[in-house]
């Protein structure tokens, strides 16, 4: 299957700074990607879809000026958690797709705030 | 709004057992149905999946039907192995959505022990 690549695998940052996390389709043109988080023991859920060159669409009740979401080529997606709290400790996971097909996942990024 | 519930793991087994994995769904329409397997230290990866109700999905020996009349797709394998230990994820994806737009139950480990 196709490959796609999350970075970082893991991140540690001071509560108030903001962490930028990267998704890159590494052998295929991902007109669409998407953005997940999952909180332990639960199961993932949709934070945002977003298309190449276009504005994220967020889920009900995710903070749009929390979670920046920029779709800038066909390879690559970054969520930027902006004046990260302790709260937004998690694990986030990125997806993308090349049209209305599968989704291949990445990794996964587990974001500490201290 | 749609939803996906999934049996609670860990599930144990012996090597050779029988797997089920049981998951329904509700969706105001007719979704599309997918299995994820997540392994140690790895994305999540499809695993099988179906579009339509009578649909059945089967890949490495797993398989799963949609049953609409039941609102299910249960997962089942008739001989597990030991590299078949991981957590797996039932989804959905709405009529009309990408397939990479899932709501995703809260997934289930397997421990296949020798």
């Known amino acids: 299957g196709a490959v796609v690549s999350q970075h970082p695998s893991w991140v540690i940052c001071k509560s108030g700074t903001s962490v930028k996390i990267e998704c890159r389709s590494l052998?295929?043109?991902?007109?669409?990607m998407f953005w997940y988080r999952q909180f332990p023991k639960q199961s993932l859920m949709l934070m945002a879809t977003?298309?190449?060159?276009?504005?994220?669409?967020?889920e009900q009740g995710v903070e749009k000026d929390k979670f920046l979401i920029n779709h800038a080529s066909l390879t690559l997606s970054t969520l930027t958690v902006t004046s990260a709290h302790p709260e937004d400790s998690s694990f986030y996971i990125c997806?993308?797709?090349?049209?209305?097909?599968?989704?291949?996942f990445g990794q996964g990024t587990r974001l500490t705030v201290v | 709004g749609n939803s996906v519930t999934q049996m609670e793991g860990p599930v144990t087994l012996s090597e050779e057992a029988f797997l089920t994995i049981n998951c329904t769904y509700t969706?105001?329409?007719?979704?599309?149905l997918f299995w994820y397997v997540q392994y140690p230290g790895e994305g999540l990866q499809l695993l099988l999946k179906?579009?339509?109700?009578?649909d059945k999905g089967s890949n490495k020996g797993f398989e799963a039907t949609y049953r609409k009349e039941t609102t299910s797709f249960h997962l089942e394998k008739g001989s597990v192995q030991v590299s078949d230990s991981a957590v797996y994820f039932c989804?959905?994806?709405?009529?009309?959505?990408?397939?990479?737009?899932?709501?995703f139950g809260a997934g289930t480990q397997v421990v296949v022990t020798p």
């Open positions: 997806s993308a797709s090349a049209g209305d097909t599968e989704a291949f």
């Open positions: 052998d295929f043109q991902a007109t669409t």
């Open positions: 977003s298309n190449e060159g276009s504005k994220a669409t967020y």
């Open positions: 969706a105001t329409g007719y979704p599309s």
């Open positions: 179906a579009t339509k109700a009578d």
């Open positions: 989804a959905l994806s709405d009529r009309g959505d990408s397939w990479g737009k899932l709501q």
